[in-house]
């Protein structure tokens, strides 16, 4: 390797935490002016470096405040369900089952069968938990929730989800619901999770989506038979506790090497 003979190209590097800087990139800012110059725009908090500060701060309190919860099933559903109606009382039910059997419930916190699931869990006197997200039309956690907490960062959210729960059930919804559904069973199918069960409730709201998958997605060969076998629909909520609790290793797995 050639030395420069131009001095400027031979600088000495400074260095910031794991950083080595040079030249123009050396030249700025350092972070105790901005910490300690209140005249400056404030810019730097929209900054991906403070954001991971941020994000950091959503795990450690997540993992905080969930630590103890104990046994828990995530359950996931439409914010438009509206209280009295059978998908509405589902979630009650399920709540109530679940906190019935001694299990902690994980909702996003939300209004519909979220708030459903989290009063159920309430009148069956069990610990209701409700992860609540930064939205423009903000709602606030549901009244039911006892243990809440809020997220800026839907990712960070999800590990939450994940993490503190031994299975799913997955009420019938929408957009954010689809999206919590293939999320976990695509953390099934690539074993991120294992032993991992997903029920869902609502045999006819379900049914034609498996049949797509089944019809579409497996035909076409975007995905095998087998990965059906992650999901299981049922119609009665205490039936999908049941299998919730019990279905402790995933169909897929039946027979095969799991890998370490
Ligand atoms: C749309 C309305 C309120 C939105 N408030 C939400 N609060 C918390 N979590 C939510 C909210 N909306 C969606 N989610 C998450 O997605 C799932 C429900 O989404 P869907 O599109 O309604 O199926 C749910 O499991 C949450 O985790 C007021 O109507």
Not at 12 to 20: F, T, V
Not at 39 to 52: A, N
Not at 155 to 170: C, E, L
Request: charge should be negative; proline fraction near 6%; aromatic fraction near 8%.
């Amino acid at each position: 390797m050639s030395i420069s003979a131009d001095p400027a190209r031979n600088s000495q590097p400074r260095r910031k935490g794991p950083l080595e800087l040079r030249r123009k990139q050396a030249a700025v800012e350092m972070s105790d002016q901005h910490l300690l110059d209140t005249k400056g725009p404030g810019q730097f908090v929209h900054t991906d470096p403070w954001r991971v500060l941020r994000i950091q701060s959503e795990f450690v309190e997540g993992f905080g405040a969930l630590a103890d919860i104990g046994k828990a099933v995530s359950v996931f559903g439409s914010a438009r369900t509206k209280p009295g109606s059978p998908y509405y009382e589902m979630g009650v039910e399920v709540g109530r089952k679940l906190a019935e059997a001694g299990v902690a419930v994980i909702t996003g916190g939300g209004p519909g069968s979220m708030e459903a699931a989290n009063r159920g869990t309430v009148e069956g006197n069990g610990v209701s938990v409700g992860l609540g997200i930064e939205l423009p039309f903000e709602q606030g956690l549901n009244q039911w929730v006892d243990l809440g907490i809020n997220f800026r960062y839907f990712f960070a959210r999800k590990t939450m989800f994940v993490k503190y729960a031994q299975g799913f059930i997955v009420l019938p919804g929408g957009l954010g619901t689809l999206d919590e559904l293939f999320e976990a069973m695509v953390l099934v199918q690539t074993r991120k999770v294992t032993s991992f069960p997903i029920v869902l409730l609502g045999v006819d709201f379900w049914g034609p989506m498996i049949e797509w998958i089944r019809g579409t997605l497996v035909a076409e060969g975007m995905v095998s038979e087998k990965d059906l076998d992650l999901i299981q629909v049922v119609d009665d909520p205490a039936e999908a506790v049941d299998r919730v609790l019990h279905g402790a290793v995933t169909p897929s797995f039946k027979g095969e090497q799991r890998p370490e």
